[in-house]
């Protein structure tokens, strides 16, 4: 099986021989300015003929094109599906936005197997979100569902129509690390920020913001658990605790909350859930 992930920063390609989440072989290169043919160019040198191959991309893909997907170069708009198909004819192609292949992921081997209804959080340079309802990884309408980072924090803020995401403009890693920046007058990382204390009224304000999104989110769709996953789950100790107390308080049935199985290689594990799936 062949995975190919395409990100805002990075690709990464991976072929697995067994039905788990081990990589037999993986490859991570920058995205770069034509990452659809680097990806192709790399995928070709760990397996020439895959016997399906998984395709998790940013963004979100309607009516045959990649759509929401601004930070990668030539990527909005592309006709993804018909480019693959070009590139591996009757091989069988499975594509998938990213967040929603880590929750494949995390249903087929991780933290969601089991379960029927649940809600996958993703929190790194982005955010957003999956939802799972009998057991399988929900769509929407148009291939959107979860986009939380469009949710609303405030009435009457910009938003998707002001070219603007919200709540992702404020909670995600990317803007953990233009407000830090701009409070301490340099450059500083999310994961620094956390362990600032000058920084700890900026991060403490991110995550009650987050924690009224999921516990909402919970509200309306009333999961057994919300999974959590992403890059800034190197400091889960601090994320999930305040994540908890609202949904405890907020949600009538409240779900469990806990980490995921995957963090780092998520997206290329759902390409390759995506992958076993079509065998």
């Known amino acids: ?9 990075k690709i990464a390609i991976g072929v697995s021989g067994t039905d788990g989440p081990e990589i037999a072989a993986k490859v991570r290169l920058e995205t770069g300015e034509n990452p659809l043919a680097t990806a192709l160019h790399a995928a070709r040198g760990l397996d020439r003929a895959p016997a399906a191959v998984g395709f998790s991309t940013t963004g979100v893909l309607h009516e045959g094109r990649v759509l929401l997907a601004p930070n990668v170069p030539g990527w909005n708009g592309l006709e993804l599906p018909r480019l693959l198909r070009e590139e591996y004819g009757t091989i069988p192609v499975a594509i998938g936005n990213d967040v929603k292949a880590a929750a494949a992921a995390e249903l087929r081997w991780g933290a969601l197997h089991g379960v029927s209804t649940a809600v996958y959080l993703n929190l790194g340079t982005g955010l957003a979100a999956a939802l799972v309802v009998g057991g399988q ?15 609303l924090a405030e009435p009457g803020e910009p938003a998707f129509a002001d070219g603007h995401a919200p709540l992702e403009e404020r909670v995600s890693g990317r803007a953990l690390v233009a407000h830090g920046s701009a409070l301490l ?12 204390p000058e920084g700890a009224v900026l991060v403490d304000e991110a995550l009650r913001t987050l924690a009224i999104a999921v516990a909402n989110l919970c509200v309306a769709l009333d999961p057994e658990v919300v999974v959590v996953g ?3 789950m190197a400091e889960a100790a601090r994320i999930l605790p305040p994540l908890a107390r609202e949904v405890r308080r907020v949600v009538p049935f409240p779900p469990e909350v806990r980490a995921a199985r995957f963090t780092d290689d998520a ?13």
Request: glycine share 24%; no cysteine; aromatic share 4%.
């Open 1 to 9: 099986m062949l995975g190919i992930d395409v990100g805002g920063t």
């Open 137 to 151: 990884v929900v769509d929407g309408a148009h291939g959107a569902a979860g986009e939380i980072g469009y949710l």
């Open 185 to 196: 007058g340099r450059t500083v990382t999310a994961g620094a920020l956390f362990g600032l």
């Open 230 to 232: 992403g890059g800034m």
């Open 267 to 279: 997206p290329l594990l759902g390409a390759l859930a995506l992958a076993h799936a079509l065998t």
